[in-house]
């Protein structure tokens, strides 16, 4: 994570701890058996978790990382990045 201020390290990192911590509930919830709804719901929220670590990183991206490499002249650089995440996140 090139450019990523600390605060912005910090905040990333417990929210993957805290996914963590769902994946290992859901380990547990799968072996005693719990009903398939209550399970579903958690993996809902383990998803929508990953979708907002994803969203704090491209962030952190599109405002460091890709604005230094328009500024040295990476323009396509830059533009080939935008479109890889872009279509990364249509899928």
Same mark, same amino acid.
Not at 45 to 48: S, Y
Not at 62 to 67: E, R
Not at 71 to 75: I, P
């Given at each position: 994570?090139?450019?990523?201020?600390d605060?912005?390290?910090?905040?990333?990192?417990?929210?993957?701890?805290?996914i963590?911590?769902?994946?290992?509930?859901?380990?547990? !919830?799968?072996?005693k058996?719990?009903?398939?709804?209550? @399970? #579903?719901? =958690?993996?809902s929220?383990?998803?929508?978790g990953?979708?907002?670590?994803?969203? !704090?990183?491209?962030?952190?991206h599109?405002?460091?990382? @890709? #604005?230094s =490499?328009i500024?040295?002249?990476?323009?396509d650089?830059?533009?080939g990045?935008?479109?890889?995440?872009?279509k990364?996140?249509r899928?």
């Open positions: 994570m090139k450019n990523a201020n605060k912005n390290k910090i905040s990333i990192n417990r929210r993957l701890k805290l963590e911590g769902q994946i290992r509930g859901l380990q547990r !919830m799968v072996e058996d719990t009903y398939c709804i209550d @399970v #579903i719901t =958690q993996t929220a383990v998803k929508q990953l979708s907002n670590v994803e969203d !704090m990183l491209l962030e952190n599109l405002g460091n990382c @890709v #604005i =490499q500024k040295s002249g990476e323009t650089k830059a533009k990045e935008i479109l890889k995440v872009y990364l996140k899928k």
